[in-house]
Each structure stands twice: as structure tokens, then as C-alpha cells.
């Protein structure tokens, strides 16, 4: 089992930065990708960013050239650096974690951080 802690959320006014972090503790030797989703009230949860054990990132349409995926594989957390804020932006962000145990890669979910951006 994979225990994910995530910090950094809060209210934030347009144009402003944030920087979440999660931290992955248990059997997490075996990570490999790791990813951010958010879910914004009435919309569909929506993947804004995702990084490879090889460091190769991909972002939403929505965030690209605003927000930043980055990992530190010694401290086994994921990193989300947003700047440039927009109201859209407001949801509960959620960090995930692939394990891979030898046969399949097993998916952990953070317990989920709310940003609102707000003037």
C-alpha cells in the first residue's frame, strides 16, 4: 500500500501562484508515473498534468505554459507549480501515483486539496 499526503492548496486571487506537493510513503519503491487530476464543481474530472519515472511531462490544453509537473524521486513526491491563476482553475486537485509491483501497476489516489482562485 502507497499513503499519499498533499499540501500546498488554499485561496488565491487571480493572476496569483500556488505550488502543491504530495508525498507518496509506504511500498513506494516501485513508482513510476505520477499525475495530477482536479474536479471542478458540475464538470468531469479532468487530467491536468502527468509525468513519467523518465521525467517526460504532458499537460491540459487549459494549463500548458501555467503550471509545471515536477517530480523528486529521492523524496518520492510530485510537485504542481501553478502560476497565472485563472477562477477556472478552482477545484479540488488530486495527485496520483502508479506502483508497479513486476506484473501490473497499481494506481493510489491522494486524499485531494482544494484551490480556489478568487478575487
Known amino acids: 500500500q502507497v499513503q499519499l499526503v498533499e499540501s500546498g492548496g488554499g485561496e488565491v486571487q487571480p493572476g496569483g501562484s500556488l505550488r502543491l506537493s504530495c508525498a507518496a510513503s509506504?511500498?513506494?519503491?516501485?513508482?513510476?508515473?505520477m499525475t495530477w487530476y482536479r474536479r471542478a464543481p458540475g464538470k468531469e474530472r479532468e487530467e491536468v498534468a502527468g509525468i513519467t519515472s523518465g521525467g517526460s511531462t504532458n499537460y491540459a490544453d487549459s494549463v500548458k505554459g501555467r503550471f509545471a509537473i515536477s517530480r523528486d524521486n529521492a523524496k518520492n513526491t510530485v510537485y504542481l507549480q501553478m502560476n497565472s491563476l485563472k477562477p477556472e482553475d478552482t477545484a479540488v486537485y488530486y495527485c496520483?501515483?502508479?506502483?508497479?509491483?513486476?506484473?501490473?501497476?497499481?494506481?493510489?489516489w491522494g486524499q485531494g486539496t482544494q484551490v480556489t482562485v478568487s478575487s
Open positions: 496520483g501515483v502508479g506502483v508497479f509491483d513486476g506484473d501490473y501497476t497499481e494506481w493510489f
Open positions: 509506504g511500498s513506494a519503491s516501485g513508482i513510476t508515473a
